[in-house]
């Protein structure tokens, strides 16, 4: 079992110790690929942690962008936390329905406006059910609660900056696609796309990083993961994937080992494989 951190990662042992404290705030933060043929608002209604409020990666997103799901400015980040009761004092803990996969990309939006009072809770709803722990379909009161969020800009990078990247070589770029999407051997889920990878990237999918029951690797694992797809963990990372989700998975790992420098790319391959002037890898 991963040791509980409050900044990073949380076992269901230590949330069902916490439920009802009253500086706690827990959110669903599911989301799945159109394959997956799941609707994540249908199931947390159906039935979530209790308490949970849901987070909607694609509605608190910035509409302003063609891109899936890019990070919301600031001022919509604070209304829609307000609106849900999430506030200052808060500690948070985020899960999402299949173990450790949306929930990071939440994790990693909290920690870009500011906030460091978050966890991913190690496993997931899957695993939370499958212990069976208690679970309530009755949406919480929500009541409004002031927020201050400053956003961290260094975690985020744009496409001029991974370009540079790719380019200079100053910054690893890891991506977090399953590896033959990664080669270009298979086809991208969104349409328009074309395969491949950003140059002089390097390929970690995100599931390297997980045990078979969907909880995050220990420490002395996720650094043979890291080290094994050449990531040399004494320089900077960019991570990427297909739209800014599961390379926060990459993000939480590194966390999990103290990295100092790490940022998301977070237009990715949404946005790199759109563009025909954009160089790609195969």
Same mark, same amino acid.
């Given at each position: 079992?991963?040791?509980?951190?409050?900044?990073?990662?949380?076992?269901?042992?230590?949330? &069902?110790?916490?439920?009802?404290?009253?500086?706690? +705030?827990?959110?669903?933060?599911?989301?799945?690929?159109?394959?997956?043929? *799941?609707?994540? #608002?249908?199931?947390?209604?159906?039935?979530?942690?209790?308490?949970? #409020?849901?987070?909607?990666?694609?509605?608190?997103?910035?509409?302003?962008?063609?891109?899936?799901?890019?990070?919301?400015?600031?001022? =919509?980040?604070?209304? +829609?936390?307000?609106?849900?009761?999430?506030?200052?004092?808060? *500690?948070?803990?985020?899960?999402?329905?299949?173990?450790?996969? %949306?929930?990071?990309?939440?994790? $990693?939006?909290? #920690?870009?406006?500011?906030?460091?009072?978050?966890?991913?809770? @190690?496993?997931?709803?899957?695993? $939370?059910?499958?212990?069976?722990?208690?679970?309530? @379909?009755? &949406?919480?009161?929500?009541?409004?609660?002031?927020?201050?969020?400053?956003?961290?800009?260094?975690?985020? =990078?744009?496409?001029?900056?991974?370009?540079? /990247?790719?380019?200079?070589? @100053?910054?690893?770029?890891?991506?977090? *696609?399953?590896?033959?999407?990664?080669?270009?051997?298979?086809?991208?889920? +969104?349409?328009?796309? #074309?395969?491949?990878?950003?140059?002089?990237?390097?390929?970690?999918?995100?599931?390297?990083?997980?045990?078979?029951?969907?909880?995050?690797?220990?420490?002395?694992?996720?650094?043979?993961?890291?080290?094994?797809?050449?990531?040399?963990? @004494?320089?900077?990372?960019?991570?990427?994937?297909?739209?800014?989700?599961?390379? /926060?998975?990459?993000?939480?790992?590194?966390?999990?080992?103290?990295?100092?420098?790490?940022?998301?790319?977070?237009?990715?391959? %949404?946005?790199?494989?759109?563009?025909?002037?954009?160089?790609?890898?195969?």
């Amino acid at each position: 079992m991963a040791q509980d951190d409050p900044a990073t990662l949380v076992s269901t042992e230590w949330l &069902a110790a916490h439920l009802q404290d009253p500086d706690l +705030r827990i959110l669903d933060g599911s989301w799945y690929l159109p394959a997956m043929n *799941r609707d994540a #608002r249908a199931e947390y209604e159906a039935g979530h942690i209790p308490g949970a #409020r849901f987070f909607d990666i694609d509605e608190i997103s910035d509409h302003r962008s063609e891109l899936p799901h890019m990070a919301p400015p600031p001022e =919509k980040f604070i209304s +829609r936390m307000r609106a849900m009761g999430v506030g200052d004092g808060h *500690r948070i803990v985020v899960y999402d329905g299949i173990g450790i996969f %949306s929930a990071a990309r939440v994790w $990693w939006l909290f #920690r870009l406006m500011g906030k460091t009072e978050v966890a991913v809770l @190690d496993g997931g709803f899957a695993k $939370w059910q499958a212990e069976g722990r208690e679970v309530e @379909d009755i &949406a919480p009161v929500l009541r409004d609660r002031h927020i201050t969020v400053q956003r961290q800009a260094h975690l985020v =990078k744009d496409v001029t900056q991974v370009a540079a /990247a790719a380019k200079l070589g @100053d910054w690893q770029i890891v991506d977090a *696609r399953a590896p033959e999407r990664f080669a270009g051997t298979a086809p991208e889920p +969104r349409a328009g796309l #074309r395969a491949g990878h950003i140059p002089n990237s390097l390929n970690l999918p995100f599931a390297e990083l997980l045990t078979a029951e969907g909880t995050m690797k220990p420490p002395e694992q996720l650094r043979a993961a890291f080290e094994s797809a050449g990531v040399d963990l @004494d320089r900077p990372v960019i991570t990427s994937c297909g739209s800014g989700v599961t390379a /926060a998975v990459i993000n939480l790992a590194l966390e999990r080992l103290g990295h100092p420098r790490h940022a998301l790319y977070d237009g990715s391959w %949404s946005e790199w494989g759109m563009y025909g002037d954009l160089k790609a890898g195969s």
